[in-house]
């Protein structure tokens, strides 16, 4: 639990053997560094309507919501404002 409230869970949607899933997750781990944050994992080609959704896209970082935070390549400046329009 934070200060603000308990730790936010995200989804990390992948694929197996993805370098750009993995550096995507080290990014996003470095960037929040020791705060606290629950992180699930999931293939993209386990539901068809993520496959439809976000196959192309991955990785792709979706917040309790279902909303999207970040995809690609990790950005570290468009993750911290998608975070913040989310707490408004």
Do not use: N
């Not at 995507?24 to 439809?52: C, I, K, N, T, Y």
């Not at 979706?62 to 935070?69: F, S, T």
């Amino acid at each position: 639990m934070t200060a603000d409230g308990p730790a936010p869970r995200w989804l990390l949607l992948g694929r197996p053997d993805c370098h750009l899933c993995e550096e995507f997750e080290a990014a996003l781990r470095e960037h929040l560094g020791a705060r606290p944050f629950v992180l699930e994992q999931a293939g993209v080609d386990a539901r068809g309507e993520w496959r439809m959704r976000y196959g192309t896209r991955i990785p792709v970082l979706l917040d309790e919501d279902g909303r999207v935070l970040a995809e690609g390549i990790f950005d570290a400046a468009a993750f911290d404002r998608a975070c913040a329009a989310k707490s408004r």
